[in-house]
């Protein structure tokens, strides 16, 4: 009984030290206010800057930002050894797909004694959506036109569309309930555009969050919404205007 009960504490002491990493973490992203244009213009009036890169190996070599440095959050020792090389009198950027490796390693350089520390809002799809340029290892020109964007939307009747990134955990976790969807509706054209794939298109759409999920009929755009979005809201999008 007396092991258990010290199990218990121990749980339950792990459970609490991450709940209140996360209200730290939330704190101080909250306590950023600038949006995606201020972020690019503080970048840009900075004499010296140092960009960091919070995303993959393979998410960097596909594309990032002009001399960005990239460094997997998750590797502590690699981490600590670019934070040592690091100036914490220079005005740092972090980013990664989302807001979330981004705000984390933000919130450690700023605890490390960083005095300018910014990270991407909305993450790097937002990034691509405002226009904002990208070195890619992917030829733009490949990217969809906005104007065969168009003429597929419009191919038929009713068309839903996810604009996402095999990188982004939320993204990933939609997959499955629009192949569900798909599946329960074929009257519907589902269509899925990857970020990386299409920086042109991105750009063109004014994307402002990862996923993009966007409702056309006949070609007409009558839905759209940014972020991930629940299945139930999804099933009563697809069932009200299949069944008209």
């Known amino acids: 009984m ?6 218990i504490l121990a749980v339950w002491s792990v459970l609490a030290l991450q709940a209140q990493g996360f209200q730290e973490i939330k704190a101080f992203a909250e306590s950023q206010k600038l949006d995606i244009t201020a972020f690019a213009q503080l970048i840009q009036q900075q004499k010296q800057v140092q960009i960091i890169d919070a995303r993959s190996a393979d998410e960097f070599r596909i594309n990032h930002l002009k001399g960005a440095i990239q460094v997997n959050v998750g590797d502590e020792k690699a981490l600590q050894e670019l934070i040592g090389r690091l100036d914490p009198k220079v005005y740092t950027f972090t980013y990664s797909i989302g807001a979330g490796r ?11 004694g960083f005095q300018h520390v910014y990270f991407m809002p909305g993450g790097i799809g937002k990034w691509v959506g405002a226009g904002y340029p ?8 490949k990217s969809l036109t906005l104007e065969g964007y168009q003429k597929q939307v419009a191919s038929q009747h009713l068309t839903f569309v996810d604009i996402s ?17 798909e599946k329960q509706y074929p009257s519907v054209q589902v269509l899925r555009y990857e970020l990386d794939e299409n920086l042109k298109l991105v750009k063109d759409l004014k994307v402002k969050l990862l996923p993009t999920l966007l409702f056309y009929k006949d070609g007409q755009l009558v839905w759209t919404h940014d972020g991930i979005e629940s299945e139930d809201n999804l099933q009563k999008l697809f069932q009200t205007y299949a069944s008209r």
Do not use: Q, W, Y
């Open 2 to 7: 007396k092991k258990m009960m010290t199990f």
């Open 102 to 112: 981004s705000v984390s390693l933000a919130k450690k350089l700023k605890d490390r």
């Open 134 to 141: 990208l070195e890619s290892s992917i030829d733009p020109a």
């Open 165 to 181: 990134s095999k990188h982004c955990g939320g993204c990933k976790a939609l997959h499955p309930i629009l192949d569900n969807l």
